[in-house]
Structure formats: structure tokens, C-alpha cells
């Protein structure tokens, strides 16, 4: 990191340390894609062999008693200091310091959910992204987003100033890595987005991640020590594949080729909070197709989360695992709100849904491709949630107490709460010296 971080001290004294501080839509991915993904795994393994002291060795501990989240969600944080009243933990944990600028890293310690335990580059140093080009994706240059993130340290990665990146080819993140972009109005656009591919420890905060485009067949760095062949992407803004301990919070997410947010392929331990979804066809996928069981271990936690203006379906649709989706605002969708297959847990806790005006879409839910008495045995329950202008929720299941531990993951609050606990759902204006 000497190398990476000499245009760092050259350009920046101690006390601006702080402030300038894959699969998508497809129903499987191609055998290209999978074995150039097992390839990339095992570079991984051999560029993280011995670091990730930080991650939990068995994702059941993420939320393996709903007791044990909700302590986690309101106790161990004392997330009454400095609550600014909104009732969502998250931000009522960190929002409302004026010197949030100087405490960045305090986020690490808000999660929540079943990715609670992401930590991103907490451990590590700030570094700061002053370029916003993309013009290499073999050989990023230093102060540029993709030299950050393929680094093998842990890393809190800031924005020096606003500025619009437009990728090249995919955002290849390495393990143990924040990307804050608080306190600077940072775009993702107009090119490829973020993979987060076979690592753990990720937090993606702050960000506007739109006009996402298939990008690909092309060599990509994702280490320091390794780069290879790329297949075509989908297109996602954020893909995650086969990776754990994910937190995505406060971003805006729009207008993108296939998914806003999709996990896939053994994916788990995914929390999915205050962020803000609008105009976009198939918003997020959980799970990687109904043939791959791997996915039987997947738990996300959707939560505080905007559904906005000309969203469609998949919000989301889900797959074999566990799915707690808590305190949303659903203002909009044409097709349905949460969809699913291949008997997923469907746990729905004190939302706000708000159908629209189409009589034949007032159905909250979908059962994807399944015959009823197929779907009828499947866990999907609706407690406390708020049903507007129609709205309504098609439960299944017998309630086995066992299937709904594994997907809940804190404690909800009441449906008449939402508005408050998602008036900031997305990027925040935050400015130093005031509250965000």
C-alpha cells in the first residue's frame, strides 16, 4: 500500500484525512460465466488466504435466533444515543452526529439484519478517490475507484470531491472494503457496475448507481496480483455472487439493463436497507435459479427501503432461502411487489403497501410458475403490514415457527412508522459540520 497511497499523503495533510476521506435477470448464467467465476474463486482464496480474521466461518451464526437479532439490533449499540427520532436504528444510530464526517467509520457498527456483521474496511485506512476515470481495467491508476477496491487490505474508500465514474468493464471488489460516498455527490453511471464476486466483508454506501450497461468479454483486475477474462455481464448495479457478510445502504437505483440489486449463488448474510428503487423493470433477484439448492442458505434482510416511481416486479423475487422483508415503503409496481419460486420463506413484517390503480395488480404477492397445490405448503406470512388502496397479500404455509426463525433477523416496528423510518430512503445530502 506504500505505492498506493504515496499520491495520498502527497496531496493531503492529516485533518482532511477524513473529509476527503452476477448474475441478473437471467434464469441461469451461462457455463462460461460460472467456470470463469470458479477460476476467479480460486484466485481469491489464494490472494485472502489468512486475512479474513473478521468473518463469521458459518453464516448460520449471522441470525440463527431471532432473539439474538433483535438484541443485536437494539443493545448492543445503545442506538438511543443520538437517535434523531426517525425510529429506524440505522440512521437513528449515526445520522444525526454533526461530526459524522470525523466518526465515518461509527457506520461500520449500524447494521443490522442478517448482513449486520459486514464491516467493509473498518480495520483498515481511509483512501481517497480523486480520479474518476476508468481508462484501464488491467492497470487502474491510484485515486481511481477500481485501484481501491481491487486492493488486499482492508479499505475505507472516500470521494475527494463530486464526480460521475463511468466503468469500463465491471467493478471487481476484493474483500474488507466500504465505498462511503458521503459528503460528495457521487454517480455510477452510463457503463458497468458493481460485482461483488466470491468475497466478503462489503459495504456499498451513499451511492447514485444508474444506466447500468452489459459490458464484458474483456480482461478485468480483481486483485493485486490477479486479472483474467471476463464473459459478458448483465448489467446489474450491484451483483453479488457467491459472497457473504454484504451490507448495501442509502443508494439510489435506477434505469439499469437487468437488476438493481441481485444475489445469487450461495450468496448470504445480506442486509439491503435505505436504499431508493425507481424506474426499472426487474428490481432484485435472490437466488440464482430454482434447479441450484446452494441457495437454501441464503438470508436477506430488506429493510427501510423505498420502492418508488416506475418500478415494475421483483421486489423481490426470491428463491429457496430466507427473506425477511421489514419496514419498506411500496409506493408503486404494475406486475406485483414480492414474487418467488422454488419454496422460499417469505417473512413480511410492518410494510406499507400501497397497490396501484390496475384492478388486476392489486396482489402484493406472485407465485412464480407454480402450480397452487405446489405453493400452498410454502412458508409466506404477512404480520402487521399496511395494505392501501387495495392491496393485498396471498399467505401459504403452515407457519413452522422453525422456517420463520431462520428468516428474521430484528425486531419490526409498527407499519404506521414507515413513512418516518424511509424519509431519507437513498442517497443523503450530508455536508460537514451538520447532520446528514
Not at 443493545?75 to 434523531?84: A, D, I, Q, T
Not at 425477511?324 to 411500496?330: A, Q, T
Not at 390496475?358 to 404477512?382: H, I, Y
Request: net charge neutral; aromatic share 8%; charged share 20%.
Amino acid at each position: 500500500m506504500a505505492v498506493s497511497l504515496r499520491w495520498f499523503s502527497l496531496c493531503f495533510v492529516l485533518p482532511l484525512l477524513i473529509v476527503a476521506v452476477m448474475a441478473g435477470v437471467g434464469e441461469a448464467i451461462s457455463d462460461a460465466r460460472i467456470k470463469e467465476a470458479e477460476l476467479l474463486q480460486r484466485s481469491k482464496n489464494l490472494s485472502t488466504a489468512g486475512r479474513n480474521e473478521h468473518a463469521v466461518d458459518n453464516p448460520e451464526e449471522v441470525a440463527s435466533m431471532v432473539d439474538k437479532s433483535i438484541r443485536n439490533s437494539t443493545e448492543r449499540r445503545k442506538l438511543g444515543y443520538l437517535s434523531c427520532g426517525t425510529g429506524n436504528p440505522i440512521d437513528d444510530c449515526w445520522r444525526c452526529d454533526p461530526n459524522w464526517n470525523a466518526n465515518r467509520k461509527r457506520l461500520a457498527d449500524c447494521g443490522i439484519g442478517f448482513g449486520r456483521n459486514a464491516i467493509g474496511g473498518r480495520d483498515g485506512q481511509f483512501y481517497v478517490v480523486t480520479d474518476p476515470r476508468d481508462d484501464d481495467p488491467v492497470n487502474p491508476r491510484p485515486g481511481t475507484l477500481r485501484h481501491a477496491v481491487i486492493q488486499d487490505v482492508p479499505l475505507w474508500i472516500v470521494f475527494h470531491r463530486d464526480m460521475v465514474i463511468t466503468l469500463k468493464e465491471e467493478l471487481i471488489m476484493n474483500s474488507f472494503k466500504t465505498i462511503d460516498g458521503r459528503g460528495s455527490n457521487v454517480h455510477i453511471a452510463n457503463g458497468a457496475c458493481i460485482t461483488v464476486q466470491f468475497v466478503t466483508n462489503i459495504i456499498i454506501h451513499g451511492l447514485h448507481i444508474h444506466d447500468c450497461k452489459p459490458t464484458g468479454n474483456a480482461m478485468v483486475r480483481s486483485s493485486p496480483s490477479h486479472y483474467g477474462w471476463r464473459t459478458m455481464a448483465d448489467g446489474d448495479a450491484v451483483s453479488i455472487f457467491g459472497a457473504s457478510h454484504i451490507w448495501v445502504d442509502h443508494n439510489s437505483l435506477s434505469h439499469c439493463a437487468d437488476g438493481l440489486v441481485d444475489a445469487v449463488m450461495g450468496s448470504t448474510a445480506i442486509t439491503i436497507s435505505n436504499n431508493h428503487f425507481a424506474h426499472h423493470n426487474e428490481v432484485m433477484l435472490l437466488g440464482h435459479s430454482d434447479s441450484y439448492t446452494k441457495d437454501k442458505e441464503m438470508q436477506v434482510t430488506i429493510a427501510y427501503n423505498h420502492f418508488g416511481a416506475g418500478l415494475i416486479q421483483r421486489m423481490p423475487r426470491c428463491r429457496h432461502g430466507y427473506f425477511h422483508v421489514v419496514n419498506n415503503d411500496y409506493t408503486h409496481w404494475e406486475m406485483y411487489a414480492i414474487g418467488g419460486s422454488a419454496n422460499p420463506t417469505i417473512n413480511s413484517q410492518g410494510n406499507r403497501y400501497l397497490a396501484p390503480t390496475d384492478a388486476f395488480a392489486k396482489e402484493v404477492t406472485k407465485r412464480v410458475d407454480t402450480a397452487t397445490g405446489v405453493w400452498k405448503s410454502w412458508n409466506w406470512r404477512s404480520e402487521g403490514d399496511m395494505m392501501l388502496n387495495g392491496a393485498y397479500f396471498t399467505p401459504s404455509g403452515a407457519g413452522a415457527s422453525a422456517s420463520y426463525a431462520r428468516a428474521s433477523s430484528l425486531g419490526a416496528k409498527s407499519s404506521s412508522m414507515v413513512a418516518s423510518m424511509t424519509s431519507g430512503a437513498g442517497v443523503l445530502s450530508c455536508r460537514k459540520g451538520g447532520q446528514c
